[in-house]
């Protein structure tokens, strides 16, 4: 399993007692495949991803990213197994306003110790990928709100991760460019094999993924396949 969490349970300081985020949450995401987690706000859905994504420490259980057990693990060793392994699509694309589409990517290439320049080819590459390789030279104010999700996205590629976390991809797009978001990560899934963990509040563009889960009062219910 490329990602593999296992009875989490996961709580924050509230006044003088703690509040419980995430509940003995276990869950398998075979690569190649795409899990929706969806529920209502303040059900534990952004406390999984971030889990998920080794930003957050559980109070118990284990997380398991290709093969690695991340408890015990130093910061210096999580922020490598970040930069090697984990790909992460935050809801707002937060992009760099002097940075073209392709230095947006470039720049998680110096990130990672490799030259920018030598990483262009990569860049330019997943442009064309998510179906903007003619905008590669246009800055953030340049590109529509879908096309700053799909640079986005390949930002989140282009260290070639096992695992994709994608919080909330479509909720600032209409029904049109938010369906096309979804069908692009669909299909970089599949060829990149990617373990795909889909965070959402929306269920109307979930008819191409693997399954849903759904999170209540930070506890997982059964996975159920789609169709």
């Given at each position: 399993m490329s990602l593999n969490l296992t009875d989490v349970t996961l709580t924050y300081p509230d006044g003088?007692?703690?509040?419980?985020?995430?509940?003995?949450?276990?869950?398998?995401?075979?690569?190649?495949?795409?899990?929706?987690?969806?529920?209502p706000s303040g059900s534990g859905k952004s406390s999984l991803l971030a889990v998920a994504a080794t930003l957050i420490t559980p109070d118990h259980g284990s997380v398991t990213i290709d093969g690695t057990e991340t408890t015990g693990l130093s910061r210096g060793e999580l922020t490598e197994l970040r930069r090697?392994?984990?790909?992460?699509?935050?809801?707002?694309?937060?992009?760099?306003?002097?940075?073209?589409?392709?230095?947006?990517?470039?720049?998680?290439?110096?990130?990672?110790?490799?030259?920018?320049?030598?990483?262009?080819?990569?860049?330019?590459?997943?442009?064309?990928?998510?179906?903007?390789?003619?905008?590669?030279?246009?800055?953030?104010?340049?590109?529509?709100?879908?096309?700053r999700q799909r640079v986005n996205i390949a930002r989140a590629l282009m260290n070639e991760p096992t695992v994709l976390l994608i919080d909330e991809p479509t909720s600032a797009l209409d029904h049109d460019r938010g369906a096309a978001v979804i069908d692009l990560i669909t299909r970089l899934t599949r060829q990149r094999a990617t373990a795909t963990v889909l965070v959402t509040h929306d269920r109307a563009h979930l008819t191409a993924v693997d399954r849903i889960v759904e999170v209540h009062d930070g506890r997982l219910g059964s996975p159920a396949p789609v169709g």
């Open positions: 003088d007692s703690r509040l419980t985020a995430l509940d003995g949450v276990t869950l398998d995401v075979p690569p190649g495949t795409i899990t929706a987690v969806a529920g090697r392994k984990i790909g992460i699509v935050f809801q707002q694309p937060n992009l760099l306003p002097a940075l073209t589409a392709a230095e947006q990517l470039q720049v998680m290439a110096r990130i990672d110790g490799r030259s920018p320049s030598a990483a262009r080819g990569v860049a330019l590459d997943l442009l064309d990928a998510v179906g903007l390789g003619p905008q590669a030279g246009r800055r953030p104010h340049q590109l529509s709100g879908g096309q």
